[in-house]
């Protein structure tokens, strides 16, 4: 045991608590604690105990009903095939935000946070009158057999506009912290660009990625007002979760609802504890 | 051997280098040595390849390399912060060089097995598995060097390659270093800033300023002949006297009289030397003095004659 005079710094065997200069570790902790109990976990608990007083086999009929099923699988397919589309193309908009200067920078970066801004029914509005088959894009994307809006397409492009910020705004400090350096060094070594990027550029930002693919991913899940626009809501077919659980709620059918609710946070939770996990493997294996 | 003619940089308005001209010879170990923004880093980017010039020419043994690129130059380059790859350990860093060949790469348990000898030449043999963040600076930066060395470079450039090293480290890496330039026959250059590590290390020492050469020579040469007020002044400690004389500490002696009077304002040990600090009274000029140990210092307040055993006069 390390022999710290002050009895501020005492550390019992087999404590968790690192020694520390910096005062106010139990003053912090515990607020920290409170706020999160108070914030995320009762109102969460609540639901939990919402759907465990309606019983086993009731739970399981509305909470895993065919209906409901295919609401998962939508909600869950879009928003995974929204945020894989998001971490490509929020990945260039990071690079050309980081990588060049040209005019007009501030107002592009401005512009990827609108989606954060926006009243999502504003946004579900606007690409549903774009999307139409007699919207401005839409009625080109007829013709060749393509239909956007009231499919799951539709959802899916709902759910890029929404999940862009996440992807861009957690890549670019990585990026560009990367340094020039590292690139030179490749280069040196006689790599190609690509080469550069596969083997040396794209693994050092991959965590960042990771973390905004499942942040975009996670408002996808949850993303309610832009997508009922465009989506149609036709059930078993463009009905999302989310929407089944306000469905559900307009019947006064709580305890229905606080059974989807149940199914999807212990999904969501799983992929991102999952998604956690990777990255902590991660960090361990290559050190500080 | 390496030909550098007439070589002009600018960024912007700011004329970085301007009219350089350097022969190295092969198996030479050159430094740049100068101040922040006196151009040698950007000279040994041009060099490299990582940078252009906006006129003048490269030459490696007579071909004209001013165009090509930095993968065609075959240059080893050790960059100031290391420049690892983070995610790779420290073995594939050291066979990046060699797993990126396009053609003629040697197979997979080949270039396992040059690593390895890499890494026992820089001696770090066992740490292959270890990723750098698991690494302390020095090993760091031997692993730079081992990857630098890896694609077998006829040139070996270091950019300020000890300047994040502690004192003793960086002194034991140095002495390492030379050793490892003679014995793999390298032609090597390094920038620095630290006139002693340049002093120490290279066989000759190319002094620059404002983007120009101030003296290229060998490490007696720029200390005992400076070219210039400012190598003398840049390359070890200098007394600037009245009227343009330089004169190095050491070559001051005290005389019983008919020298120069000297008002002692200071004396402490520095090493083996008696380090006096005094003031000229007629001039108001500070002067330090460096007297043999086995003499008797003067104390603080004592005024004493000097006269100045050797001196550069720059006066036109």
Sequence with gaps: ?288 | MIRIQNITKRFGDYLALEGIDLEIEPGEFIALLGPSGSGKTTLLRIIAGLEFQDSGQVFFNGDDVSERGVGERHVGFVFQQYALFRHMTVAENVAFGLSVRRKDRPSKADIRARAEHLLRLVQLDGLGHRYPGQLSGGQRQRVALARALAIEPRLLLLDEPFGALDAKVRKDLRRWLRDLHKQMGLTSIFVTHDQEEALELADRVVVMDHGRIDQVGTPEQVYMEPATPFVSHFVGETNLLPSGIHVRPHDIEIVADGGLPVMIDNVFRKGGVWRIEGTIAQHDQVVEIDLDASLVAPAPGETVQIRPRRVRNFQE
């Design chain 1, 1 to 288: 045991m390390p022999s710290h005079s002050p009895s501020t710094i005492k550390r019992p065997p087999g404590s968790w608590r690192q020694p520390s200069v910096l005062p106010g570790f139990r003053l912090t902790f515990g607020l920290s604690v409170t706020w999160l109990t108070l914030i995320v976990l009762i109102p969460l608990a609540t639901i939990f105990m919402k759907s465990a007083g309606m019983g086993w086999h009731e739970f399981v009929q509305v909470g895993l009903s065919n209906r409901a099923l295919a609401a998962y699988r939508l909600s869950f397919g879009t928003a995974a095939v929204a945020g894989l589309v998001n971490a490509v193309f929020g990945l260039l908009v990071a690079w050309v935000l980081v990588r060049y200067t040209f005019p007009g920078h501030k107002v592009v970066s401005a512009l990827v946070d609108l989606p954060f801004a926006l009243p999502t029914a504003v946004a579900g509005i606007a690409l549903t009158a774009i999307y139409a088959p007699n919207g401005w894009i839409g009625q080109y994307l007829e013709p060749l057999g393509i239909k956007v809006a009231f499919t799951p397409l539709g959802i899916i492009v709902a759910l890029v506009f929404i999940g862009l910020p996440f992807v861009v705004r957690s890549v670019e400090p990585v990026l560009a912290d990367l340094g020039k350096d590292v690139e030179e060094a490749a280069a040196t070594l006689g790599a190609s660009r690509l080469q550069t990027f596969n083997r040396v550029i794209f693994p050092a930002i991959f965590p960042a990625l990771l973390t905004g693919f499942a942040l975009a991913f996670a408002r996808g899940v949850g993303e309610y007002g832009s997508v009922i626009f465009i989506s149609g809501n036709m059930p078993g077919r463009t009905e999302i979760a989310p929407l089944l659980i306000v469905t559900q709620l307009e019947q006064y059918a709580y305890n229905g609802a606080t059974a989807i609710a149940t199914v999807m946070m212990l999904a969501s939770f799983g992929v991102l504890l999952a998604l956690n996990l990777l990255q902590a493997a991660r960090r361990r294996r290559y050190g500080a």
